[in-house]
């Protein structure tokens, strides 16, 4: 088991915010996030929010012509996932949120797989729609190497992802890359999770959780971005 050695900032803040927290989870496929939001939740008070998979009708269409059946695809995606957050935001109580993906999620797919014309078309409508939902408290950015991701896609065995292309994967990765790199939009904590095993091991999730609750607290009392951030990788 991989030690974490986050990049953390010495400081905390207690806001005055009482809000429930909303926690995201994002990175490419097969990186460990609905794993990460199942293992979070034995230490939170929190109600799951998960990205619907299975049950969009065009997604085994698009691995095999993805041509023909990206713009369904990722429409169908865009508006599970509003509605998702939409239904988030009229429930009360006092729980907090843990949700394996963010609404970027799908923007990021879609410059992989429109077309021009279906392209801008579609970041319209998600233009439309994002300024309707919460920001996360703090979004965690996971990633790992290739094969790693690889071994995680097989291991679960979904029928739809069998012979997965690795070239679509890499590239993937990349986008995924190319956005967090330079992300200032809430709280961030990067985490390679190639050598973190947060399955079977109970330290590493202890020390995400109180990385989380530091990040939440720095960015409710309006630290600047640098107290609001940390990576186990630099």
Known sequence: MS????????????????????????GPIGVGKTTLVHRLRERMDARLVLEVVEENPFLAKFYHDPSRYAFQTQLFFLMSRFRQQKEMGAIGGGSDFLADYHLLKDRIFAELTLASEE?????????SLATCIRKPDVLVYLHAEEEALINRIQRRGRPFET???????????????????????TPLLKL???????????EPIEEIHQELRRLASNGRAGLDFTECMSSNFV
Do not use: C, G, M, W
């Not at 392209?119 to 233009?127: A, F, I």
């Not at 070239?167 to 939009?185: G, I, K, M, P, V």
């Not at 390679?192 to 109970?202: A, E, F, G, L, S």
């Open 3 to 26: 030690t974490l050695h986050l990049n953390q900032a010495p400081s905390i803040s207690t806001p005055a915010d009482s809000t429930p927290l909303y926690i995201v989870v994002e």
């Open 119 to 127: 392209l801008k078309l579609y970041e319209e409508v998600y233009r």
């Open 163 to 185: 012979n997965f292309d690795r070239t679509y994967l890499a590239r993937l990765s990349e986008r995924y890359q190319h956005h967090f790199n330079d992300y200032h939009e």
């Open 192 to 202: 390679n999770t190639t050598h973190i095993d947060y399955v079977n091991h109970d």
